[in-house]
């Protein structure tokens, strides 16, 4: 792997739009960490792309498992002298039609410890190998569901769950404006994956377009907001 390239690593990139956002940011000449909770599955999507001519690699990570997170981010500072992008893509949507006032709050956990604590661990792993070349790109995958402008009922756990990782995203990127890292978050919309909500409307490949933007930013670049086809959006 050549010395200069970026090294990035998406959570959840085995299938669905992590998939998509992986292969977007190794064409643009980055290597790619593939991760997914089992080894072979990181393996045989990392396997794809390297088939396809891009730079690429498999990891196993559990999100919701702080060793394997912690293991993740120390394994790709120490094997590749950087972290350069964290792409917050691996998500659960498991309480459709649930609703706050009758809530079982196994599902709630469950949510929360995957979709704001699995986005948090990321980040807080990360951001040491960032920093130690003071340039780093977060990327959180989020919703329009946990935007207050959309809040509704159902699938109450995964709506307050995006909120979370909305507010972790303004308040990451106010703590480390000053280390040359950029914090972002962005709605992908409906998207045909298998957690879809409603009728998709864009493909993961269409999806993913924001994301490798947001992922590739200039050091100029916005940071602490939220976006949806590279239009920004109203918390
Ligand atoms: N699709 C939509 O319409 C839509 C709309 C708004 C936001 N989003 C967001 O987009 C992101 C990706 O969703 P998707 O639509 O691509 O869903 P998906 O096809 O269900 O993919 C979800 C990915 O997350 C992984 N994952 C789940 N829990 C994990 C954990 N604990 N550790 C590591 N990986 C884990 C899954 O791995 P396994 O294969 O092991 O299950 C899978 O790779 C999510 O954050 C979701 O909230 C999607």
């Known amino acids: 792997m050549s010395e200069a390239r970026r090294v990035a690593v998406v959570t959840g990139s085995n299938r669905g739009l992590g998939k998509a956002i992986a292969r977007g940011i190794a064409e643009t000449g980055a290597h790619v960490v593939v991760t997914a909770r089992t080894e072979e599955a990181a393996a045989c999507a990392a396997g794809e792309l390297v088939a396809e001519g891009l730079s690429a690699?498999?990891?196993?990570?559990?999100?919701?498992?702080?060793?394997s997170?912690?293991?993740t981010m120390a394994d790709v500072g120490y094997q590749y002298g950087r972290l350069d992008i964290l792409v917050n893509n691996a998500g659960i949507a498991i309480d459709r039609g649930q609703a706050a006032a009758?809530?079982?709050?196994?599902?709630?956990?469950?949510t929360l410890d995957t979709n704001i604590l699995g986005t948090w661990r990321c980040c807080t792993?990360?951001?040491?190998?960032?920093?130690?070349?003071?340039?780093?790109?977060?990327?959180?995958?989020?919703?329009?569901?946990?935007?207050?402008?959309?809040?509704?009922?159902?699938?109450?756990?995964?709506?307050?769950?995006?909120?979370?990782?909305?507010?972790?995203?303004?308040?990451?990127?106010?703590?480390?404006?000053?280390d040359g890292i950029l914090v972002n978050a962005a709605s992908p919309g409906k998207v045909n994956t298998r957690l879809a909500y409603g009728k998709a409307t864009s493909t993961?490949?269409?999806?993913?377009?924001?994301?490798?933007?947001l992922a590739t930013l200039p050091s100029d670049g916005p940071t602490g907001e939220l976006f949806f086809q590279r239009r920004r959006l109203n918390w």
């Open 125 to 178: 792993a990360a951001i040491p190998e960032m920093r130690k070349n003071r340039y780093g790109r977060i990327v959180n995958v989020t919703s329009h569901m946990g935007t207050f402008g959309e809040m509704d009922t159902g699938s109450v756990s995964y709506r307050v769950s995006k909120v979370g990782v909305n507010a972790l995203t303004c308040i990451l990127a106010a703590e480390l404006k000053n």
């Open 69 to 71: 997170v912690a293991r």
């Open 102 to 110: 009758s809530a079982d709050f196994e599902k709630v956990r469950a």
């Open 204 to 213: 993961p490949e269409q999806a993913a377009e924001t994301f490798v933007w």
């Open 57 to 67: 690699s498999g990891h196993q990570l559990d999100i919701a498992d702080p060793a």
